[in-house]
Structure formats: C-alpha cells, structure tokens
C-alpha cells in the first residue's frame, strides 16, 4: 500500500461498521481520503459485537482469531500499530463425544493429538501429517491466485483458476468429509478434522474439499489465539485508530435509498431522509442484500434471493455463572453420536434437531475481566437451519434448555442453579439486527457457483463509485477474509481514481 497522500482529498462514504468496514476506512483514511462511516447499529462491529449484562461481558459472534498475519499486514499497510494484543492458544480447541467421558484436546503438535487417539486412529500423527501436507499444497497454490485477487470478468477468473496447480481440480467438486475420509479411518478422527469446515458456514457435507486448506492455517501456519479482553477489543482499537485518523462514525443511521446521475451514484439517503454525498461509496453490508434492498435491483430481488445458497443459522446463548468451570477450555466443542445424520440433514430437517451439536467459547477462562470475580462468561453456538427452512422458533427455549442440560451433563457439573444472565439469539434476531437474509449468519454460502468471480462482485455493475466489501463478496466469509476483502475493495476504488485522472 502508498504511503500516506494528504494531496488526496477525495471522501468516501462508508456504510456498516463490521470488520471489512473499519478495515476499508482504515486503508482509505491512510491513504488521504477524507471518510465518513455510517453505522445502522448503535455501535461498531457488525457480527463482531459485544453484549455487556449484569458484570459479563460476551463476544456475541466470531470467537477464534486466526490468520494473525493477515491483521499484521493490515496495520503495516496502514503504517499503524495492530490496536489489540492476542497471544497463541495451545490447545487450540478440545472436542466431546456424546456418551464419552474422553474429552480430546486439539495440540498444534500432531503426536500429542495421536497420543490421545492411539486406540481409535492408530498412525494418527503420519497420517496428519500426510493430511497437512496437501492441505498445505491447496493453501500455496490457491490462496494468492484466487483468494487475494480482483477478478475483471468471468474470464478473468476462469484464466485464473488456469494458474492454480491441476492436481487440485478434484477438490473443487469433492466435499470436505470426502478429503478427510481419504485420509483418516474412524469417525472420530474424522469428525474432529472435519469441524473446521463449520467456519464458512455450511457442513464438511456440502463444503467443497478445497477449503481443507483452513486445516493447514489451523494446524502448521498459524493456529488460534485468545485477543486480551475478548474479541471485541478488535472493533474498539479499530474505532480508536480510526477517531485518530479524523473518521467520523455517525450510529443508528440505516440507508434507505439513493439518487444517482448517470453511471455515478450521487448519494445514498438515510432512513430519516438524510442525503449522504461523496466521490465514492464503500458498502460493507450484505452484498446481495443490499443490491436488493436499496439498489432495488432485478437481479438481487427477494425471489432472486432466495433461490441463492445461504449460510446456515445460528442459535447463540450468553450465559454468565455465578461458579467456575475449571474443567471447561476456552474454545470445546460437544458433539452428539448423529453427527453425520445431523450435518448432513440440517437444512432439509429442521425438525429433527433432537440432540443438536454444539460450540462453547469460556470467555472468561483467559480474559477475567469478561466476569466478576468467581464467575464465569460462556458463549453457545448451535448451528440450525437459517429462516428458509426453519421459520418459527417459537421451541426457542425447549431448545437453549435442551443445550444446557447436555452441557450440564457432559461437564459432570449442573449449571441450571448457577446462571445469573441468560441472552439467546436465533435466526430471527440475526436477521434483524444485521439484515442477513434468512438469518444466515455468515451471507452467502461457499457453493460452487457463489465462489470467486461467481460471488457478487466488489464494484457495482451499474455505478462505476460504489464498492463493496465484506461476507457476501470477494473473497468470502471469515475475519481474516474480511480484512482482505476491504483491500480488494480499498484496491478497486485507488484503481477507479486512477482510470478517472487519466481520463
């Protein structure tokens, strides 16, 4: 990225403050621009958010920080210092299996993994090993080519998917359970491998086999860490940094509409009738969405929209004990004996969700200051089926206490007496505070036909100053994804500046 250009007096208007929207500002506020940030929400973050009840403080949704090196390079391109502090966590994660008293404890080292799998995956540490290797090839090959990169046109990345090594032409139409199997023999190597796939998503069932390259920058690039303070402390250094840069954040304002001349977008009109002007406008919400919402396109219509692939949905409970849970890691996962059946079905039998599986992330086990004293804060992630094929959650709660009595039961440790702050989401509440269609929590899905150039692109087919950046555009979803796509886009915009001054 350039230096710092205060010639450069261009503004840009910001829309949503999640990840990719800090970011974007970021880079353009470096560089010169003069930003402005507009945020539906009351405050910053987006899905990266925070709640603060009774003394507790919960990360509502992303919970592991991976990829540090993306971050570190954005603050570097940014000639800034990263606002936050994360240290490595080891393990990275352990895994429970419905009717096991056996918790397994996810080490970066292979061999202290096989030690605990020595009965169920005999050469389990070789065959990792193997695994990762590959894994490793997919995430050399691929990342730079595809991932990091403004495609043109259709042709543009279909020359693109050329450069990629053939060898990992298979992957594309193999499913992640299909890569591991060929790698691992028993379900629970298997399933323990697999989880990762749960990060775009969708299920290891219907996730293309390309992305086990997330298993390399889970197990050898990088692993995961705990950010000091909770993972909000991203947002609130971002906010910080940005406020020194002279970015002005103006909340609880929802753009409604927008009036346009030509091929440029003039300005986009807010929910009380507020015109906002600029040069050049970067969206970070839904990208789909918002092309539908309030661009009013034919393409991105809601009968459009729902012939799409979305996300999965999320059922998220913020839980605050008055106990602590010294037998519970930071990031667990508990996993029931349908793993497959549940995985495999949850979007096409949503009512079958008896014992559904879930995450659990101990906030409070490295960050006190997230509890009062003696007390612990716990953050549930159950994936459900998004709107499309669950509407009502009027089972909210027989679900949520069905969760808690399996953790209770798993941990040996009854909670029920011990809750002093309960908050849940469901599908309908992530819809509605964040506009994903069909509370899809993470946008659009990783299909086939929605990676790539196949998502919807980050410049706008109609106005040549209206950018896009964030989940449901290049390169996809994720944190790490998130902070490359505000450089795909920050890239996009530079690129239209310079086309324009030639002109």
């Known amino acids: 990225m350039a230096e710092n250009h205060p010639e450069k007096k261009k503004k840009v208007l910001v829309v949503g403050a999640g990840l990719a929207g800090l970011c974007g500002a970021m880079r353009l506020a470096a560089n010169g621009y003069r930003v402005t940030l507009l945020e539906k929400n009351p405050q910053a973050g987006g899905r990266l958010n925070q709640i603060k009840k009774d003394g507790f403080t919960f990360d509502t949704g992303p ?8 971050f570190e390079a954005f603050a570097r391109e940014c000639n800034i210092n990263l606002p936050f502090e994360f240290v490595p ?9 419905k009717g096991s008293d056996k918790t397994y404890h996810l080490y970066k080292d292979p061999e202290k993994l096989a030690a605990q799998l020595a009965d169920e995956e005999p050469g389990f540490a070789q065959k990792m090993e193997r695994y990762l290797e590959e894994c490793g090839k997919a995430f050399d090959d691929t990342v730079d080519i595809v991932i990091k990169r403004n495609f043109q046109s259709l042709f543009h990345y279909a020359q693109s998917l050329m ?13 992640f359970w299909k890569q591991v199997c060929r790698y691992f023999d028993s379900d629970e190597a298997r399933r323990i491998v697999s989880l990762v796939a749960f990060f775009l998503g969708r299920t290891p069932f219907d996730t293309s086999a390309i992305y086990t ?6 197990f050898r690039y990088d692993g995961y860490y705990n950010v000091k303070g909770g993972m909000y402390r991203i947002v609130e250094g971002l906010v910080d940094e940005l406020s020194r840069a002279g970015v002005e ?10 009036e346009s001349s030509g091929k440029q977008l003039q300005a986009l009109v807010d929910s009380q009738g507020r015109r906002w002007e600029a040069d050049h406008f970067l969206v ?37 004990l008055k106990t602590k849970l010294p037998q519970v890691n930071h990031h667990n996962y508990y996993l029931g004996t349908n793993f497959e059946a549940y995985a495999g079905n949850i979007m096409r039998q949503p009512d079958a969700l008896e014992k559904p599986y879930y995450y659990v992330n101990v906030l409070s086990k490295h960050n006190p200051d997230c509890a009062p004293a003696g007390c612990e804060s716990l953050f549930f992630v159950c994936p459900v089926p998004n709107l499309k094929y669950k509407a009502d959650w009027s089972d909210r709660d027989t679900i949520v206490q069905s969760i808690l009595e399996d953790f209770s039961e798993r941990i040996g440790q009854d909670i029920a007496p011990e809750i002093i702050t309960q908050t849940v989401y469901t599908p309908e509440d992530w819809r509605d505070q964040f506009n994903l269609h069909y509370g899809g929590g993470l946008g659009l899905s990783h299909s086939m036909l929605q990676i790539g150039a196949l998502r919807p692109r980050n410049v706008d087919e109609e106005f040549c100053n209206l950018f896009y950046a964030g989940a449901s ?17 920050f890239e996009r915009i530079v690129e239209a500046d310079s086309t324009r001054d030639k002109g």
């Open 473 to 489: 555009t290049v390169p996809g979803a994720g944190l790490p994804m998130s902070v490359i796509s505000s450089k795909l886009a």
């Open 213 to 218: 390259l997330l298993s390399y920058t889970e």
């Open 89 to 97: 966590l080891d393990p990275l994660y352990s895994v429970n299996f």
């Open 284 to 320: 970070n919400a839904d990208a789909a969405v918002f092309r539908g919402m309030v661009m009013q396109r034919k393409k991105y219509s809601q009968r459009k929209l729902s012939k799409k692939s979305w996300t999965m949905g999320y059922l998220t409970i913020y839980l605050g």
């Open 163 to 175: 450069e990629v090594n053939p060898r990992h032409l298979p992957k594309l139409y193999r499913s």
């Open 63 to 70: 919970s592991f920080f991976s990829m540090s090196y993306e």
């Open 249 to 258: 954040i103006v909340y609880n304002t929802e753009i409604k509409s927008f």
